[in-house]
């Protein structure tokens, strides 16, 4: 490209040094070099294109992948006892914090932006699916359905 610019600039300077009639040749060599610049300035902006269509593919592609990704919890097997986390056989009350009715978490899903944390309630084995939004001082979360389980 910055040949390109170089070779335009050139073309227009060198117009009032040949104030006089120019040659034949001067004429067909400055026709050539401006069909060669034009030519150029055609081949890099047919680059440009591909390259700005690649990356918008690549996008698409990497954000489809994303938003299909499901974790799912290795931890289900293991009773954690309520000590471990200090409570000694107490419930804790928590302002905001998540009702333990819900159950144990069994994995977390992002739909269009969205994060959604599924619950497997240990009593019923009902499925709670909460939608979580991280802001930048505080978590919050949001219960977003509940699916029971039939006796089936």
């Avoid at 400055?30 to 593919?57: G, I, N, Y």
């Amino acid at each position: 490209m910055n040949k390109t610019l170089i070779a335009a600039l050139l073309l227009v300077c060198a117009g009032p040094l040949y104030a006089k009639e120019p040659s034949k040749k001067i004429k067909a060599e400055m026709a050539a070099l401006t069909a060669a610049t034009t030519q150029q300035m055609a081949l890099d902006s047919v680059q440009s294109k591909k390259a700005e269509q690649a990356k918008a593919a690549a996008a698409k592609q990497e954000q489809d992948a994303e938003e299909s990704v499901v974790m799912i919890d290795s931890k289900t097997e293991e009773t954690e006892s309520p000590a471990a986390y200090g409570m000694e056989g107490e419930d804790r009350l928590v302002p905001g914090g998540l009702p333990s009715s819900y159950g144990q978490c069994k994995g977390t899903i992002t739909d269009a932006g969205r994060n959604i944390m599924i619950f497997e309630s240990l009593d019923d084995g009902s499925l709670s699916f909460v939608q979580v939004t991280v802001g930048k001082a505080n978590v919050s979360w949001k219960l977003i359905d509940r699916v029971p389980r039939s006796a089936d």
